[in-house]
């Protein structure tokens, strides 16, 4: 049953900081969405698997694929790729 009104705000906070299982139990999504990790080219933010897979439970065809992983660069960019002028970033 709802709680109205400003007299029970107290029992209000804390269902919302305190849930019970049941509370847990219909889905509601995890408190730590993300991850940072910081690199030599600044942050890179990462969803949480518990975050991916709570997703994909609400959205039909969220993330069809796999998680994007990618390798450091190796080496300098070549400059024989046609690009003049323009800085060729390779992943």
Known sequence: ???HGI???DERLERLAFPTEEVIAEGRAPLETYTT???EHGDIYRAT???VAWL???IPGYGG???IT???PSGQASSDRGCEGLEVIDF
């Open 1 to 3: 049953m709802p709680i």
């Open 70 to 72: 990618r390798a450091a």
């Open 37 to 39: 990790t910081t690199s």
């Open 65 to 67: 694929l796999d998680r």
């Open 56 to 58: 994909r439970s609400r």
């Open 7 to 9: 007299r029970k705000l």
């Open 49 to 51: 698997d518990a975050y």
